[in-house]
């Protein structure tokens, strides 16, 4: 996007989604990355992605010998999962699953971090399988969740609000949308 747009600033926030959203709604950013679930009031969204939930295990841990995680297997089992009140309501619909069916849940201060901390606590930590895959795994096995919805990642704007830079980003997340599908 910068090399084919040099004269546009591009400044990237991250956080978690009902802080993106307030962001957004209050004008401070133009787009946001989110996951649902949100309340889409006033907002166009684009579905970039949706993915199945995983684990990545420790290969060292127990689990590490199952082919596919179900809810049974979590009881009394300590997982790294983000903190319910970053995203209550991604937290309900995600990784309450998790809870009810016994798992232990250990949170950490930021997500990003948490093959680092699975690494040192030799702990799972659940992601979405795109998530897993992108991770350098070496040390991990990644197994699969099918008992979780899955997630799905949208890029929002305002329905109502529109800059040249906003529209060009929808335009190419749009544009890239459309050339997968049609490659597929």
């Given amino acids: 996007f910068i090399a084919e747009h040099e004269g546009i600033q591009l400044n990237v926030t991250s956080g978690p989604t009902p802080v993106l959203l307030d962001h957004l709604k209050a004008g401070r950013i133009d787009l946001a990355f989110v996951t649902a679930p949100f309340d889409d009031a006033g907002l166009d969204r684009l579905l970039l ?44 619909l995600y990784y309450e699953p998790l809870v009810e069916a016994g798992a232990v849940p250990v949170t950490i201060p930021e997500f990003q971090s948490a093959p680092s901390y699975a690494r040192s606590w030799e702990l799972p930590v659940v992601c979405t399988q795109f998530a897993a895959e992108r991770y350098d795994a070496q040390d991990f096995v990644i197994r699969p969740m099918n008992f979780i919805p899955p997630c799905r990642k949208y890029l929002v704007r305002l329905a109502d609000h529109r800059t040249p830079s906003q529209n060009l980003m929808w335009d190419l997340a749009l544009g890239s949308l459309e050339a997968s599908k049609a490659v597929a």
């Fill in 49 to 92: 992605r949706e993915n199945r939930f995983a684990m990545m295990v420790p290969r060292s841990h127990p689990m590490a010998n199952l082919s596919v995680i179900s809810a049974a297997d979590l009881k009394g089992v300590s997982v790294i999962m983000p903190a319910q009140q970053f995203s209550p309501a991604t937290f309900e």
